[in-house]
């Protein structure tokens, strides 16, 4: 499978942190164009004002949850084919599946590996 | 207090730390604590509810903290600034997602709230319950650090 690495990632998550540690995972696995958001309403207007190509976004997040980005982006006719990988802490079996009901590509559990997030990224684009 | 509560913080953890800062803490014995100082420099606490009701807290020595975050980060950090703060309150989140999906494969349905961080020498924990918690101790090259527990089970 050809993967473009250097496809334009959204990385969301309110934690500047986290964001960093994201980062570097995915720099570790070869993708290196990724823009930032601190939550779902910085994050759709990064959407509307660039083309992005994948969403990575945290669950748990103030303002607009991950959940519910996820949900404005699948209502957005522009936006709704987007790849979308769901990163949190929150494993339970009721989350995955509200995710899963919401039109989530994928679901990664923190914590996570480098080689974990790019198997991820994979399945979705393979599916693509 | 059930040692499968225990074992699924202490579990939690071990994976957290080894996946997310490659380091391997080596836990001690849990032990009863009376107070509510904390025992490191930071802290995280959330607190829990559902099948169980309290708080968990992990709290840092400045050296173990230091260490952990500049793994996490792939970069040296050498003070206790706004990145180690945010970093120990996802720690403590992280741990508290793995221990409760422990927990929910035992039946045990706990939600959690988010973490808040307290950081100085000489902090104190409050737990959402009074009364004593469990600690159990771990140890890295660089310091100590403990995961602090104190919950009831809800009947």
């Known amino acids: 499978m050809d993967i473009d690495k250097n496809m334009k990632i959204l990385l969301v998550d309110d934690f500047a942190t986290m964001r960093k540690v994201i980062k570097n995972l995915l720099k570790q696995t070869g993708y290196n164009n990724v823009s930032e958001a601190e939550d779902g309403v910085e994050a759709l207007k990064a959407l509307k004002s660039e083309k992005m190509d994948f969403i990575i976004s945290d669950w748990n997040m103030p303002n607009m949850t991950g959940l519910e980005l996820l949900k404005a982006v699948r209502a957005d006719s522009g936006l709704k084919s987007l790849p979308f990988l769901m990163v949190t802490a929150e494993g339970l079996q009721e989350n995955v599946m509200a995710a899963v009901k919401a039109g989530v590509s994928n679901y990664i559990v923190k914590p996570f590996t480098a080689d974990v997030l790019n198997e991820k990224i994979e399945k979705i684009l393979s599916k693509m | ?155």
């Open chain 2, 1 to 155: 207090m059930d040692v499968r509560f225990i074992n699924a913080f202490s579990e939690g953890t071990l994976n957290v730390l080894r996946t997310m800062a490659n380091i391997s803490p080596v836990p001690g014995k849990p032990y009863l604590k009376k107070d509510g100082m904390a025992n490191g420099d930071v802290s995280g606490i959330i607190g829990l509810t559902g099948a169980v009701t309290g708080s968990m807290a992990l709290s840092f020595s400045e050296k173990a903290i230091l260490k952990i975050v500049s793994n996490m980060l792939g970069e040296e950090i050498k003070e206790i600034n706004g990145d180690i703060k945010d970093a120990v309150g996802e720690i403590t989140n992280m741990i508290s997602g793995v221990a409760r999906k422990e927990l929910e494969l035992i039946g045990l349905k706990v939600l959690a709230a988010i973490p808040t961080v307290v950081s100085g020498k000489g902090h104190s924990i409050t737990h959402v319950l009074g009364g004593p918690s469990i600690i159990i101790p771990f140890e890295i090259e660089d310091g100590l650090f403990v995961v602090d527990i104190c919950i009831n089970r809800m009947e």
